[in-house]
C-alpha cells in the first residue's frame, strides 16, 4: 500500500501525517507500519527521500534527512534544515522481511516557531 505523491497541489488525505517543523530544529518522525505489515513479518529495510512539495522525482536539497532507522514495526527519519515557509513531500520506503515494499509519505511545513 502506498500514498501516492501527485503532481500540483496534493489533497492531505495522501499523507500519511503532516508536521510543521522549524527550519532550525532536528527532529526524529515516526511512523507506525504495525496496521499494514502481515502478521508476523518486520521492516528488513527503511529509506527515506525529501522531495520538493507535490513533485515525485525532483528531490529537495535544501531540508536534510540526516538517518532513518527502524524497528520490527516503526520507522524513525530525523530531519534538520529547511527553508521558511517552505513545503516538503518526505517519502519512506521499506522492504519487509517477507519482501513485501511500502512507502509513506508525511508533509513538512516549514515555518519559523
Same mark, same amino acid.
Given at each position: 500500500m502506498s500514498y501516492p505523491l501527485s503532481q500540483g497541489n496534493t489533497p492531505l488525505r495522501h499523507y500519511h501525517t503532516t508536521y510543521t517543523k522549524d527550519p532550525d530544529s532536528v527532529w526524529p518522525y515516526?511512523?507506525?507500519?504495525? =496496521?499494514? @505489515? =502481515?502478521? &508476523?513479518? #518486520?521492516?528488513?529495510? $527503511? !529509506?527515506?527521500? #525529501? *522531495?520538493? *512539495? &507535490?513533485?515525485?522525482?525532483?528531490? $529537495?536539497?535544501?531540508?536534510?534527512?540526516?538517518? !532513518?532507522?527502524?524497528?520490527?514495526?516503526? !520507522?524513525? !527519519?530525523? @530531519?534538520? $534544515?529547511? @527553508? #521558511?515557509?517552505?513545503? *516538503?513531500?518526505?517519502?519512506v520506503h521499506v522492504v519487509t522481511d517477507a519482501g513485501y515494499e511500502a512507502d509513506r509519505t508525511i508533509l513538512i511545513n516549514c515555518r519559523h516557531e
Open positions: 515516526t511512523i507506525d507500519w504495525d =496496521p499494514i @505489515l =502481515p502478521h &508476523g513479518d #518486520a521492516i528488513d529495510t $527503511a !529509506t527515506t527521500t #525529501a *522531495y520538493i *512539495y &507535490g513533485s515525485t522525482t525532483e528531490e $529537495a536539497t535544501d531540508i536534510t534527512v540526516d538517518s !532513518t532507522s527502524s524497528t520490527d514495526r516503526t !520507522t524513525t !527519519t530525523v @530531519l534538520s $534544515a529547511g @527553508l #521558511a515557509d517552505t513545503s *516538503y513531500d518526505i517519502t
